[in-house]
């Protein structure tokens, strides 16, 4: 008679990985795809654990661009108009696919990979998020464990899911209260502490997001090149003081709060644009450096100083706008603005790795929590 262990068989050695988590280096793909759908931003990072000290240093960094018929595919996905079950059940394979063959051209030495996917839809105020890019997929065709799905179970304390990347500036960037960091992806998220020192994070609104599908409208360019476009229009304070009065209800609302491309896409846009073509970019750059500056004043006034990260930090004309409304703007080294939300992921994986988490919540969950889930290469 055959016995049931004759039926199955031993693919995985936990005892051996438990080993391999206790290592005090660990070197970590960090994967991030962000709202903007540019491109895939990838760090290979190794984290080292010293007598109770983290850090850190980058092996490679690099951003491998989407053409611009997935980019468009990406996202249509977040248009519920336009997206439906088939066609995300389907390119959640694709996609992690396309990830892969990204990565294998890489030929990178790493020991396991951190990967955020691509956010689709964000439903803070139902407590549901949907991140694509199958895991699996990943796990499978590269041999590595993988370490993803970072917002669920915030989620699922109550929090926001977002933003992550604020416990990576939290350990290693900031520096007192008068500072903060803005990153100016898709969206524009702060970090900051208060003068009582709570870590306090939250997406401010649009960043380039608005910005891009201006210039792809009207101008037939994927963004506003270091803010050459629009530099060339002036304010329309007509539009602008409708854009505001529009997203007032989100900038006066108190952190924790997230938002995304379900609100600030195509649809957002639908006024009566009367100005020119270049006049509207110029209003949209102002409007996304007020966005930015009037939930500053409003939820951390004691912040003097940014540190701009993300792709906006190369957009001229919106950061000469937030400087001229009172702020003194570092721009770090290039590897930081490009790939800090990719070495904020790999950061999370290795926290992961550790069973740590940050002391202190930014998304308004219940309790702190180990973020991420696993998924086996066997």
């Given amino acids: 008679m055959v016995t049931i262990m004759e039926k199955i068989v031993k693919l995985w050695d936990w005892g051996e990985f438990a080993r391999f988590v206790d290592q005090p280096k660990h070197t970590i793909l960090g994967l991030m795809s962000g709202t903007s759908a540019d491109g895939l931003d990838i760090a290979n990072v190794t984290f080292e654990f010293n007598d109770d000290n983290l850090s850190f240093y980058v092996i490679d960094a690099k951003t491998i661009p989407y053409d611009s018929s997935l980019q468009k595919r990406i996202v249509e996905t977040y248009n519920k108009e336009r997206s439906n079950v088939e066609h995300v059940t389907s390119f959640n394979f694709e996609l992690a696919r396309t990830h892969v063959d990204m990565i294998k051209s890489l030929n990178w030495r790493y020991d396991a990979i951190s990967y955020h996917g691509q956010t689709v839809y964000h439903m803070p105020e139902v407590g549901s998020t ?106 329309d304070e007509s539009l602008l003081n409708a854009l505001l009065y529009k997203s007032e209800p989100y900038i006066l609302q108190a952190p924790p709060k997230s938002t995304g491309r379900e609100i600030y896409n195509e649809e957002f846009l639908n006024l009566s644009l009367s100005a020119s073509e270049i006049n509207i970019l110029r209003t949209m750059v102002r409007f996304t450096a007020e966005t930015v500056v009037r939930n500053l004043r ?28 009172g702020y003194e703007v570092k721009i770090p080294e290039r590897w930081l603005i490009d790939f800090r939300e990719a070495i904020a992921i790999a950061l999370l994986g290795e926290m992961f790795l550790r069973g740590v988490a940050h002391k202190q919540i930014v998304t308004g969950a219940q309790r702190t929590s180990v973020l991420g889930k696993l998924a086996l290469p066997k």
């Fill in 130 to 235: 949907l991140q694509i890019g199958e895991a699996d997929v990943l796990a499978v065709e590269l041999g590595r464990p993988v370490i993803y799905d970072f917002r669920k179970k915030d989620m699922v304390l109550g929090g926001q899911g977002a933003p992550i990347s604020a416990y990576f500036d939290s350990v290693f960037l900031l520096e007192s209260s008068e500072c903060a960091v803005l990153n100016i992806g898709g969206i524009s998220n702060i970090t900051a502490y208060d003068v009582s020192g709570n870590l306090i994070a939250f997406d401010t609104g649009p960043g380039n997001c608005l910005i891009d599908l201006v210039c792809q409208r009207y101008f037939g360019k994927a963004y506003d090149e270091s803010g050459s476009i629009s530099s060339q229009g002036q304010i």
């Fill in 298 to 325: 409003l939820h951390l006034p004691s912040v003097r100083k940014l540190i701009v990260v993300g792709g906006g930090a190369y957009n001229k004309t919106l950061i000469s706008d937030i400087s001229e409304m």
